[in-house]
């Protein structure tokens, strides 16, 4: 199963989060109070891989506290819809469902803890009466056993894929007190924050494949036998003989030998995705204390943990959690980050995104973040704007254009946050190196970021550098952004432009001022569509992969799109012409909506909709580009 999209309802203070679609990584954006946690919470409620128990005084809407805890089973706090794998449909079908209707079902979840399921295509079909289907003896028509076999509910509800929730990650500290650690990892009264530092703990101790007992043993082995009290405090020592000497140094040998090895395995692997440093750890049992030494290039001396940066502290401690526990724990699992990385400096934010691209690899992710710097602009897809409505509830949307409305007040925590992200795609080509290709709008950005992962899959391109888009906000602006652009080395960006009205004019504009003696660097997309002239980047793509998205996004009209569409004229216009003979008004942010559904297709499966022909022009514009 893979989470599609969630909708939260009378959660906290979530009165209808509406659905909010789920990728690889969904990033939940908002200011302060918005309330982006209650939508993190009432998700891991719905399979929670430990804790998470539903608690009515805690997570009804107090405003309906006393309506609503009289009857909780009436009430759904979360419903999720995944999209379901070929092994998980020849399930359903097993037990009779129509294999055509099983795309993907809905799982929800109410007050009183009982579970829903259904399919999105097939609402009657009633799983709890669905039997595993048999075939006879003597008959030629297999029929359903209901002999006390499980139904097709309970085969779901054991394939549900678990939510595991970290809003504290447990920074460990450098000086560990063994004897505590043993006693807390057998507690189950301990505060959140101790709680967290001894499941970091627990990891750490994992990898070094000791339990903290043995650990604590081989550690107070040396040459003199410690006394202690009932208390467990030191009362002096007494001469070891020879033989407890030669026991002792074979007990020192091998906890060094153990340390040395966890150590070089707990830096090779740190290494492995971590790249604001290249950092050395080493650890020491030493009596009742175990240590952890830090040492990298910038400074080679060690020093313990606790007196580097809270930064490299968290980030130490979030990849014990996440690389080993989620890796056999959790496999396979979606995992629910409140506010990861808000201690980090900003690169290293850059790099928890760049981890979690590949933790989604085993795992989707679901976080919540105000920074911009945690949100990659040629990734807004991933995005999801959280804010206040004007009945003061929490809701979510894929239109990073919605305001809060309370009040008539507008949004500007998240909207910030976007804004700063992608200005930040102009600050990095001014800064650090990047081949910035000046684009229209974000729609543009997508296309082109999706282009540019394929190219390079499929080893057609090979840049020595970063291929960033920024978009200028309009064919009209793109001559500011080029002109902030140029200050970074005297050198013109080029400039994509549509091969549309707009776009010639922009084209024009620029060559008669800031680009005179410089055409070359101006790009339209008419260059590389082949026969079709007054082209838009949309052009670029499959008709039949834009048209099934379009027909998908737009269910208003009576008379898809597809059964209008002609191959020999520019997409988009034919797109606005269909709406206004259908008589329904487009969003104002389709073209965004339409390049997200294109960027998903695309590369989740391109083979299935690329030709050879079109990544051969493909290959000649980037080219153009690297040029």
Known sequence: MRLKKFRVTNFRSVNDSDWIDASDVTALIGENEAGKTNLLLPLWKLNPSRSGQINLLDDMPRSRYAEMRTNPGDHIFIRCVFDLEDNERDIAERFGADRLKTESIEVARNYAGDYGFSFCDDRDFDLAKAYEVKAIENSETPTPSQDGGPNLF?????????????????????????PHVVDNMKRTDLSAKEAAKTRTLRVLFDLVSLSPEEILELARANNVTERVNQHGHSMGVLPKNSEQIELGDEQVRIRAALLQSASSKLTKSFKDWWKQGDYRFRLQADGNYFRIWVADDRRPEEIELENRSTGLQWFLSFFLVFKYESESTHANAVVLLDEPGHSLHPLAQRDLSSFFDNLSRTHQIVFTTHSPFMIEADRLDRVRKVYVDDNGGTVASSNLAAARLKEGIKDTGATYAVHSALNLTVAESLLLGCIPIIVEGPSDQHYLSTIKSILIAKGKIHPKAELVFPPSGGAKTAKIIAGILMGRDDTLPLVLLDGDTAGKQAAKSLEDTLY????ALIVTTDEFVGDLKDTEIEDLFPSSLLIEVIDRIERRADKEFEEEH??????????????????FALPNDWKVQLALGVKSKLL????????????????????????
């Open 154 to 178: 309970s085969q779901f509800q054991n394939i549900l894929p678990k939510f595991v929730y970290y809003s504290n990650y447990g920074n460990l500290d450098a000086q560990i007190y063994l």
């Open 516 to 519: 005179a003696g410089n055409k």
């Open 566 to 583: 002609e191959n020999s004229k520019p997409i988009v216009p034919q797109i606005k012409n269909w709406a206004a003979r259908e008589k």
């Open 604 to 627: 989740k499966n391109p083979d299935k909709y690329v030709t050879e022909d079109m990544l051969e022009r493909w290959t000649k514009m980037f080219e153009r580009f690297l040029s």
